[in-house]
């Protein structure tokens, strides 16, 4: 299935990479949750579990609640290219599911924020213009890419992912141009879904509400 460019033209072949030569690995830090807290702080930390069980595939920090990095910890010694940045790929670098192993989200909007990447992660920043903002975030939720992140994650009881094992996958890439009109229609997509959902939501809260008062 492939979009068509202007006049119905077909768009250049896919170019297969491997993430080694797509992206660099930028340094991340190792605080655990009591290191952060939701009330104040200057710098915001992406926690693995965060990752796992509530950030949204195309990461906007203007919609999400990323808790800070408490006031007590020295931010001094963080490198500003460690500092996540639009088009940063996020990953989640371990867990217990194989399902979950490598679970990625991608920096969208960080609104001027300070924004670093925390445990049990690993930071990817491409290397070059290569990808449109958006696209890597569904592109690594893929079914291609994530049955290779799951063949190289190692382990028994915990799997994890290196960055080594990581840079060895293989991405196919269309051209910019085709990768924003694919990001075009996931995020359709995705702004559907969400108004069904919070629909969804109010219709059972309305069920609730006529079942506990219809019945007296």
Known sequence: ?????????????WEEKKIGKLFSFKITNSLSREKLN?????????????????FQTLFDIEKENVPYIDLDVNIDRINEENYCEVGDMVLADASEDLND???????????KEKLVAGLHTILARPI?????????????????????IQKESQGSKVLSIST?????????????????????????????????????????????????????
């Open 1 to 13: 299935m492939r979009f068509n460019g202007c006049g119905g033209n077909s768009f250049p072949r």
């Open 101 to 111: 192993v490598g679970k990625s989200i991608e920096i969208v909007n960080l609104n």
């Open 128 to 148: 070059n213009k290569t990808f449109s903002i958006g696209f890597c975030g569904y592109l690594f939720k893929s079914d291609k890419v994530r049955t290779q």
């Open 38 to 54: 939701y009330q104040h702080g200057a710098v915001k930390n992406i926690h693995y579990g965060d990752i796992h069980t509530k």
């Open 164 to 216: 080594g094992r990581l840079s060895n996958i293989s991405l196919t890439i269309p051209c910019i141009e085709e990768q924003t009109r694919i990001v075009g229609l996931f995020s359709s997509l995705d702004s559907k879904i969400e108004i069904e959902t919070q629909l969804l939501k109010k219709l059972e809260n309305q069920k609730t509400f006529l079942s506990q008062n219809l019945f007296v």
